[in-house]
């Protein structure tokens, strides 16, 4: 399968599961709303530029906000993470790494830590800006911290569990 269909059916899987599935979920305590939607942005290829990058993070926050009725609510901390992935990679793993060898990032491609550190840290950058553009004022700081959190958490273990569910299979690229 080509790369280009493998991510055009990630996406639809994406926004569909956030949409029908995840949506419906009645909100858990104090409002926790789990998301998975925005892994189509992590997991896009490490070849693709940041300009790229943020037009497909813009694509996938504005393609949810169609569907939620929320204009640019999703779009914003899309762009954001999209913005901030490749300073993210690079930091993460050495120069000539594991984006030379691998088209994507993933546990195999980069290691667990770096990976697990990847995949939080873009998680709760994401969470935060959402609720508090969601909430749209810094009065409850503790409300606003405790709620990205817990959604964080809620949203790492449906990542876990995509990661598991779900293996994708990594080739090594060589230049031979």
């Not at 817990?150 to 876990?160: C, E, H, K, R, V």
């Amino acid at each position: 399968m080509s790369d280009l269909l493998k991510n055009i059916i990630r996406f639809a899987l994406f926004i569909l599961v956030q949409v029908f599935v995840l949506n419906s979920i009645p909100a858990l305590h104090y409002s926790v709303n789990p998301y998975l939607y925005f892994l189509f942005i992590l997991w896009l290829p490490f070849s693709l530029s940041r300009f790229w990058l943020m037009v497909f993070g813009f694509i996938t926050g504005i393609t949810l906000d169609y569907f939620t009725h929320t204009p640019g609510l999703h779009a914003v901390p899309c762009v954001l993470i999209a913005y901030l992935r490749p300073f993210l990679v690079n930091i993460l793993i050495p120069q000539q790494g594991a984006e030379m060898n691998y088209k994507e990032p993933s546990i195999k491609s980069l290691g667990l830590a770096p990976y697990a550190t990847y995949i939080v840290l873009l998680t709760v950058i994401h969470h935060g800006v959402l609720f508090t553009l969601e909430a749209y004022q810094f009065g409850n700081i503790w409300y606003l911290i405790i709620k990205t959190l817990a959604s964080s958490l809620i949203s790492l273990l449906l990542i876990l569990l995509v990661e598991m569910l779900f293996n994708r299979k990594q080739k090594f690229i060589t230049n031979t």
